[in-house]
């Protein structure tokens, strides 16, 4: 029974009700003027004529969302991504039947009232002032416009959209006054075309021209009567009508659909039943929303565009501001990937490892002179499920990747030779570098001293590896002992400033430290991107350029289109032309006859490095041609396995190093790459391999088994890992939980000598 009140009168919200429904009839509301309120209403329980006027009289409509297109370097759809499905359209391009059927069927007098249908108004009210309780709606289209508004604001917070939703007499007021100022200012047709693009018909389709295409795999000014009638139905229950799930259900309410039509004289009442007997017609096209639906393995570098879209400041001030573009959507990214380049990757990494491997493998192509990133993938699929990841192993920390990258091993001597040749050292520089020695101390840093206070030594990788050794044969043989006196010569700081310039940072986004660990073995982690660039610098002869994704952006709001402004690459110098050709000319000879002839590339100039880190967690291959740099690393993301008598990819292989894994993949990676490019030369300088007659043991694979003494090879390790080492909090995995999916498993020492250093 409805409450009534001690004197036995009305309650308040039947008085309201009531009060509400006279104003009606007396033309109150369609006037706009006020009507009076009481706390029932959710208004200013005064009593008087305030709390009507004291509403919002403007309708704030914000944009609405729709899909974000993601396209390649030529216009190619990688993924498209939406917090809501939806494509707005104007009018001339929905069906004249769908425009019928939703009036017909939700608000047949929509061109005879005007914001409110008195009628349906008073018969309404009448009946939930019987009930205490708003037991039946009489919301025209406009109404029904204004409540989509408001929740179409309230976006995923619950809270808010439970408020625009609520069945009270305060939120219907509210939604009168603003249908009033709706109908004034956009028009029945305008309505119409906004209420069409905004309403949910299901099946995550927002707009009739996505649920058009979800339900028909056609374009909204394409449907049949039949058709329109079914999705025009939809729209009061989309749970209960659905087509996919309830046939029968989704039947029996087109058919009231087609009915409506032929009473208010839309259609014959022979189309109407000719109508009814067609089946559904479904032709349905499954939702394909985001990153994980990216052709040719570019999931994670459509999810890279995303991270780099919410982290660049172009795009708004704060990553909340960011956010709420990204979700807001309508937006065609035109992105610098080269659907040639990312298919040979996709295919080189498919090839060689296997995705249920017990490592990963990792690969990123980028341009010399531009930044453009044009590859990027891995072996472990984007995904939720066994064998696959979120976690784009390419890419820093702070835009999706790994915890702290993975250690680069030998590929970071390149870096403290170029140093060294700026500090005027000459390309014929030799050094006595024995099998083994203490590492050299004191050693200049920028501030003070480096000193080898617990006796960390380095070893090469052979026995046989005995100096003296100049450097174009100890790059090629990837010489520890060689490179650890080089840099006791010039000092830790010209390294530290050479990483600076080339942008070469942990993947944590930290500075690499100041020890000879990380400045000559590569014993800090990084990321494949960041290596790639880096590398990039020698082919274009000194001149680093950073990594870009975002070739141009334009947004459509409505149906209006606008241009963004993108982060562009900024490119630097970074070392003298003659440094970066003495670099070229160096890793040429590694591909030619080093650690590297495996991964050389026969038809064209190149040149590279390779890496294996201790216990071969890791191992890379970096190169390049003068129009091309890639990275590639093999290893597990966790750090736990040592590749030592595994199965990579269905080949077996005792052990593994940078020129036996990294190397064939990068190697096919660039030859598909760059199938049918320009093929320039670098600017090479003569560099004398010294005395030739030296058994040196000359172009011996890297890594070659050793003697197992010391299971370290040349990193420095010859304590095995104990001592303090610079622990440099890696205590956290890839899943905060010390060991998973993205970093060093916890305790992971790394530091000067006895952490992962540099095989070659």
Not at 24 to 44: K, S
Not at 629 to 640: I, N, R, Y
Not at 713 to 726: L, V
Request: overall charge neutral; hydrophobic content about 35%.
């Amino acid at each position: 029974m409805p409450k009534k009140r001690s004197g036995g009168g009305l309650s308040p919200t039947q008085q309201a009700a009531k009060f509400l429904g006279v104003s009606v009839l007396a033309g109150a509301v369609l006037a706009g003027i006020a009507l009076p309120a009481v706390g029932a209403l959710g208004l200013a329980a005064k009593g008087s004529v305030e709390g009507f006027d004291a509403l919002p009289a403007n309708l704030k409509t914000p944009p609405l969302s729709q899909r974000t297109t993601i396209l390649d370097a030529e216009g190619g759809t990688i993924a498209t991504v939406y917090s809501r499905d939806r494509t707005v359209v104007d009018l001339k391009d929905i069906s004249p039947y769908m425009q019928k059927a939703i009036v017909a069927i939700e608000d047949s007098r929509f061109y005879e009232h005007g914001a409110i249908d008195l009628k349906g108004v008073l018969r309404a009210l009448n009946k939930n002032a019987r009930s205490g309780e708003v037991s039946e709606g009489a919301s025209t289209l406009t109404q029904q416009y204004v409540k989509n508004v408001f929740v179409e604001e309230a976006g995923d917070d619950a809270t808010k959209v439970a408020q625009a939703t609520q069945q009270t007499i305060g939120r219907k007021i509210q939604e009168l006054k603003l249908a009033i100022q709706v109908e004034e200012e956009l028009g029945k047709k305008k309505i119409l075309e906004n209420y069409l693009n905004i309403t949910f018909f299901g099946q995550q389709a927002y707009g009739v021209e996505a649920a058009s295409q979800r339900y028909f795999s056609k374009h909204a000014k394409d449907l049949t009567v039949q058709e329109a009638a079914l999705l025009a139905g939809i729209v009061q229950s989309p749970s209960r009508y659905d087509p996919v799930n309830d046939e029968a259900e989704a039947t029996k309410r087109r058919n009231i659909v087609l009915n409506r039509m032929a009473q208010v004289g839309d259609i014959s009442p022979a189309q109407a039943e000719k109508a009814k007997k067609a089946p559904l017609g479904l032709k349905v096209s499954k939702p394909k929303n985001g990153c994980i639906t990216a052709v040719n393995d570019a999931s994670f570098f459509c999810d890279y565009v995303r991270e780099v879209f919410l982290s660049e400041p172009v795009f708004g001030k704060t990553r909340k501001d960011r956010a709420k573009v990204w979700n807001q959507g309508g937006l065609t990214i035109r992105t610098t990937l080269d659907p040639q380049a990312q298919e040979s990757v996709h295919q080189s990494l498919k090839d060689h490892v296997n995705k249920s491997d017990s490592v990963a493998a990792a690969s990123t192509l980028v341009e010399p002179g531009t930044g453009r990133i044009v590859a990027m993938g891995q072996s472990k699929p984007y995904g939720y499920g066994k064998n696959e990841t979120e976690i784009n192993y390419s890419v820093d920390h702070a835009v999706g990747g790994s915890n702290f990258g993975f250690p680069t091993g030998s590929t970071f001597k390149p870096f403290l030779a170029a140093a060294a040749l700026e500090e005027n050292v000459p390309a014929t520089k030799e050094y006595s570098s024995p099998y083994d020695m203490d590492y050299p101390s004191p050693i200049q840093t920028c501030d003070k001293p480096w000193i080898n206070d617990n006796g960390y030594r380095v070893e090469n990788e052979n026995e046989s590896e005995v100096g003296p050794y100049r450097l174009k044969e100890a790059m090629a043989k990837s010489v520890n002992t060689y490179f650890v006196q080089m840099l006791a010569d010039i000092g830790l700081c010209p390294v530290s400033s050479m990483a600076d310039k080339l942008h070469v940072h942990q993947g944590n986004g930290d500075k690499l430290p100041q020890n000879p660990s990380a400045l000559a073995l590569g014993s800090v982690g990084m990321s494949p991107l960041t290596m790639a660039s880096a590398y990039a610098t020698f082919a274009s002869r000194g001149m680093y350029c950073t990594p870009v994704a975002i070739e141009s952006i334009t947004q459509k709001v409505g149906n209006k289109q606008k241009s963004l402004e993108v982060p562009k690459s900024t490119c630097s110098r970074a070392m003298a032309e003659k440094t970066a050709d003495s670099v070229n000319t160096l890793l040429q000879g590694v591909v030619d006859s080093g650690t590297g002839k495996e991964a050389g590339l026969s038809d064209r100039a190149n040149a590279g490095k390779t890496g294996t880190t201790d216990e071969r967690k890791n191992a890379w291959f970096v190169g390049y041609t003068p129009n091309m740099s890639g990275a590639v690393w093999v290893g597990s993301a966790t750090q736990k396995v040592e590749m030592k008598n595994i199965t990579i990819g269905g080949v077996y292989h005792p052990l593994v190093f940078g020129g036996a894994v990294p190397g064939p993949i990068w190697k096919d990676a660039m030859t598909g790459a760059l199938e049918g490019k320009d093929s320039p030369s670098f600017n090479l300088v003569d560099i004398p391999d010294g005395d030739k007659n030296k058994d040196k043991d000359k172009g011996r694979d890297e890594d070659k088994p050793d003697d197992g003494n010391n299971g370290g090879g040349d990193n420095g390790d010859g304590n095995n890992g104990d001592d303090e080492g610079f622990i440099a909090g890696l205590t956290d995995g890839g899943n905060g939980n010390g060991g998973g999916d993205g970093g060093f498993p916890g305790n992971l020492i790394q530091g000067p000598g006895n952490g992962p250093g540099g095989r070659r």
